[in-house]
Nanobody, 116 residues
Framework: QVQLVESGGGLVQAGGSLRLSCAVSTSIYRINNMGWYRQAPGKQLELVATITSGAVTSYADAVKGRFTISRDNAKNTVYLQMNSLKPEDTAVYYC??????????WGQGTQVTVSS
């Protein structure tokens, strides 16, 4: 069992920044892929960004150039740096760890609210 704990959410004005953290209960060296997802009220869950064990990153078009995903293997933590935030970024943000194609684990989520 892998446990993930997100932190760093909050209320910020449009144009501001937040950094989300996802602390993982096991060494993330063995985790194939880590990702951040979000779900806005009344909308489906969407992928925001991913980072592989080899530090290859990918981003949703809506956040490219504004968000940066990174991982600190020594701290077993994955980060999501969010800059130039927009009201449409308001959502609950979830961290997910993919051990392989069939085993994955979710965090409990952290609320991000961007005011206009």
């Amino acid at each position: 069992q892998v446990q993930l704990v997100e932190s760093g959410g909050g209320l910020v004005q449009a144009g501001g920044s937040l950094r989300l953290s996802c602390a993982v209960s096991t060494s993330i060296y063995r985790i194939n892929n880590m990702g951040w997802y979000r779900q806005a009220p009344g909308k489906q869950l969407e992928l925001v960004a991913t980072i592989t064990s080899g530090a290859v990153t990918s981003y949703a078009d809506a956040v490219k150039g504004r968000f940066t995903i990174s991982r600190d293997n020594a701290k077993n933590t994955v980060y999501l740096q969010m800059n130039s935030l927009k009201p449409e970024d308001t959502a609950v943000y979830y961290c997910r760890a993919d051990l392989d194609v069939v085993r994955y684990f979710w965090g409990q989520g952290t609320q991000v609210t961007v005011s206009s």
